[in-house]
T-cell receptor, first 111, second 114 residues
């Protein structure tokens, strides 16, 4: 099955700085890579996603890049704000439609 | 659109009892629903996949006789935790999808077994 690794596990950044989270996956058949933001006790919220036929996608302060050859993808948050503090999960979906999640990154934005 | 609800949002039960959690897609028909378990400070772990009208497919290590899943309609799936033990205490999250594509997550159910 798919195995997704995510780094770092914790990330502390100064407000206004950028945050980068990296993930690798094992199944070359995976073709969809969503990123979720989860606040304590709440459901995961899809913040951005990328499909395997695209190398980069941007939505305002959030961007995702995908390197299919190396089987890794990254989340970039620019101009971080205190409300960006949360746990972020990457995931990969393969042909069976199951999502495999990374271990999560706790992001803390210091004011 | 694409709203998924779960009921109850939290439940406390005694060890040895059973508890049922409902997952509903409110404004779309979900051919596939997924059930996840999330322990504190951990990731979401897929427990099982259920397709409407057929038996659920369980992930390795998940006891199908303990975690009963029913997907009787295109808008409702239920997870019953039977003979609950304290180690079953967790956050249970469902998701619903159309034909297994984008998953829409429910708000989760916090289960505490005393």
């Amino acid at each position: 099955g798919e195995n997704v690794e995510q780094h770092p596990s914790t990330l502390s950044v100064q407000e206004g700085d950028s945050a980068v989270i990296k993930c690798t996956y094992s199944d070359s058949a995976s073709n969809y890579f969503p990123w979720y933001k989860q606040e304590l006790g709440k459901r995961p919220q899809l913040i951005i996603d990328i499909r395997s036929n695209v190398g980069e996608k941007k939505d305002q302060r959030i961007a995702v890049t995908l390197n299919k050859t190396a089987k890794h993808f990254s989340l970039h948050i620019t101009e971080t704000q205190p409300e960006d503090s949360a746990v972020y999960f990457c995931a990969a979906r393969s042909n069976d439609y199951k999502l495999s999640f990374g271990a999560g990154t706790t992001v803390t934005v210091r004011a | 659109g694409a709203v998924v609800s779960q009921h109850p949002s939290w439940v406390i039960c005694k060890s040895g009892t059973s508890v049922k959690i409902e997952c509903r897609s409110l404004d779309f028909q979900a051919t596939t629903m997924f059930w996840y378990r999330q322990f504190p400070k951990q990731s979401l772990m897929l427990m099982a996949t259920s397709n409407e009208g057929s038996k659920a497919t369980y992930e390795q290590g998940v006891e199908k006789d303990k975690f009963l899943i029913n997907h009787a309609s295109l808008t409702l799936s239920t997870l019953t935790v039977t003979s609950a033990h304290p180690e079953d205490s967790s956050f249970y999250i469902c998701s619903a999808s159309i034909s297994g594509k984008e998953q829409y997550f429910g708000p989760g159910t916090r289960l505490t077994v005393t």
